[in-house]
């Protein structure tokens, strides 16, 4: 059972333009969210990161939006840049789980940035 | 400077045989993991650890032990491999407890082939 859904396996947004991805969850418990970025044989990459008492956390280009109540969370970056093109996963914890869940991933959206 | 590292990277054995993939962090963290990412891409935690507890997802079989020599190193033993575990195993390290809001630092990962 996904309690991290990204359900678009893969996006193509043209250079210069804003690439929005987004990240579904179904847990209530989940209270904090994040977004990594992994190119191939790497490790993921901390991008942004939002607690459940905020709805938006921005950083340089990247934004991340979190919507409770649809259980939706979204990345926006803008411009988007070639250097973007990657894997990006949403993942989310609960603090009241305690270490042994860990970050729940979602299976990932491969961003490919045209020129 | 790698903060987190993984040794081998890649690693090719036959069933039954007993393999060990070790980690390093030097960012002075308090807690690490172990996450698998299967053939499907799912990236699930495995083990968090920190130097006074161990926290067990319970779907990993007791085949796969962690062991800490320190808290700079943790190492994933794994006896008796069989053909499922093959995936590409992350090691992660986070500061502070494996209960608070903190970002979790990836090693480059270890792709495991079992033949």
């Known amino acids: 059972d996904q309690q991290v859904k990204q359900n678009s396996p893969s996006l193509s947004v043209q250079e210069g333009r804003i690439s929005i991805l987004n990240c579904d969850y179904t847990?209530?418990?989940?209270?904090?969210f994040l977004w990594y970025k992994k190119y191939p044989a790497e490790g993921p990459t901390f991008l942004i990161s939002i607690s459940s008492i905020k709805d938006k956390n921005e950083d340089g280009r990247f934004t991340v939006f979190l919507n409770k109540s649809a259980k939706h969370l979204s990345l926006h970056i803008v411009p988007s840049q070639p250097g973007d093109s990657a894997v990006y996963f949403c993942a989310a914890s609960a603090l009241s789980g305690g270490g042994a869940d860990g970050l729940t991933f979602g299976k990932g959206t491969h961003l490919i940035i045209q020129p | 400077d790698t903060a987190v590292s993984q040794t081998p990277k890649y690693l090719v054995t036959q069933m039954g045989n007993d393999k060990s993939i070790k980690c390093e962090q030097n960012l002075g963290h308090d807690t690490m993991y172990w996450y698998k990412q299967d053939s499907k891409k799912f990236l699930k935690i495995m083990f968090s650890?920190?130097?006074?507890?161990?926290?067990i997802n319970e779907t990993v079989p007791n085949r796969f032990s962690p062991k800490s020599p320190d808290k700079a190193h943790l190492n994933l033993h794994i006896n008796s491999l069989e053909l499922g575990d093959s995936a590409v195993y992350f090691c992660?390290?986070?500061?502070?407890?494996?209960?608070?809001?903190?970002?979790?630092?990836f090693g480059p990962g270890t792709r495991l082939t079992v033949l």
């Open positions: 650890y920190n130097n006074k507890e161990l926290i």
């Open positions: 847990n209530s418990m989940f209270d904090y």
């Open positions: 992660a390290s986070s500061p502070g407890l494996p209960s608070s809001y903190n970002e979790q630092f």
